[in-house]
C-alpha cells in the first residue's frame, strides 16, 4: 500500500498570499496518477488536479498541480477567502487508493 | 450536470447490515460509461477509500478494512450503484460519499471527480 504524508499539517496565512502544499508518496506512484481535492467544511470534497497537473473542469487557474514520481505539490497562486479549507492528495496508481491524512489552510 | 445522491444511513447496532445505494442522474450523462465508489470520512477525520466498481460490474476493489463485510454491486440499468454492509462496528462510523471515476483513456485513472452529498451511518449500541 502507499502512505502519503502531506505537510505541512497546518497553514495559517493571509488573503492574497502564495502557498505550496506537499505531498509524499511512500514509493513512486505509477503514471503519476495524483490528484489534489478541497474539503470545505460541511461539504463533500472537490476536486481540483487529476494526473498530477490537469486541472478539472471549473477550477481557477490559481491552482496548480506539479510532480512526479513520489514528490508532488499543490500550489494556490493567490490565496482566495473561499480557499481556506483542507487539501487532500490521493493516489491511484495503484491498488489500494490511498488518501493523505490532509492539510489544514487557515485564516491567520 | 452528473448528480450522486445517497440514502440508506442510519443508526445500527455493532454486528449489524446496512445497504447504502446510490442514484445517478444528468443530461448527457451515460452511468455505464463510469466506474464508482464509495469513500468514507469518519468524524472529524480524512478520507478513506472503501470500494470500487468498474464500469461493467465484473471488477471489484475493497479496502482491507472491508473486505470480507461489504459488498459493492451496480444496477445499469437503474443507474445506481449499491454498498451493502454488514458485521458492522464501531470504527465504521463515517459519512459515506458515493463517487464517481470517469472514464479515461488509454489507462484507467480511479480519481473522483463528482460526489454527492453523503449518508450518515453509525454503528453504536
Known amino acids: 500500500e502507499i502512505v502519503l504524508t502531506q505537510s505541512p499539517g497546518t497553514l495559517s496565512l493571509s488573503p492574497g498570499e502564495r502557498v505550496t502544499l506537499s505531498c509524499r508518496a511512500s514509493?513512486?506512484?505509477?503514471?503519476?496518477?495524483l490528484a489534489w481535492y478541497q474539503q470545505r467544511p460541511g461539504q463533500a470534497p472537490r476536486l481540483l488536479i487529476y494526473?498530477?497537473?490537469t486541472r478539472a473542469t471549473g477550477i481557477p487557474d490559481r491552482f496548480s498541480g506539479s510532480g512526479s514520481g513520489t514528490d508532488f505539490a499543490l500550489t494556490i497562486s493567490r490565496l482566495e477567502p473561499e480557499d481556506f479549507a483542507v487539501y487532500y492528495c490521493?493516489?491511484?496508481?495503484?491498488?489500494?487508493?490511498?488518501f493523505g491524512q490532509g492539510t489544514r489552510v487557515e485564516i491567520k | 450536470d452528473v448528480q450522486l445522491v445517497e440514502s440508506g444511513g442510519g443508526l445500527v447496532k455493532p454486528g449489524g447490515s446496512l445497504r447504502l445505494s446510490c442514484a445517478a442522474s444528468?443530461?448527457?450523462?451515460?452511468?455505464?460509461?463510469?466506474?464508482m465508489n464509495w469513500v468514507r470520512q469518519a468524524p472529524g477525520k480524512g478520507l478513506e477509500w472503501v470500494s470500487s466498481?468498474?464500469?461493467?460490474?465484473?471488477?471489484?476493489y475493497y479496502a482491507d478494512s472491508v473486505k470480507g463485510r461489504f459488498t459493492i454491486s451496480r444496477d445499469n440499468a437503474k443507474n445506481s450503484v449499491f454498498l451493502q454492509m454488514s458485521s458492522l462496528r464501531a470504527e465504521d462510523t463515517a459519512v459515506y460519499f458515493c463517487?464517481?471515476?470517469?472514464?479515461?483513456?488509454?489507462?484507467?485513472?480511479?480519481?473522483?471527480?463528482?460526489w454527492g452529498r453523503g449518508t450518515v451511518v453509525t454503528v453504536s449500541s
Open positions: 514509493q513512486a506512484v505509477s503514471n503519476n496518477f
Open positions: 494526473g498530477a497537473s
Open positions: 490521493q493516489q491511484s496508481g495503484s491498488s489500494p487508493w490511498t
Open positions: 466498481i468498474s464500469r461493467s460490474g465484473l471488477n471489484k
Open positions: 463517487v464517481r471515476s470517469p472514464l479515461t483513456i488509454p489507462l484507467p485513472n480511479w480519481y473522483f471527480d463528482i
Open positions: 444528468g443530461s448527457g450523462f451515460i452511468f455505464s460509461n463510469d466506474n
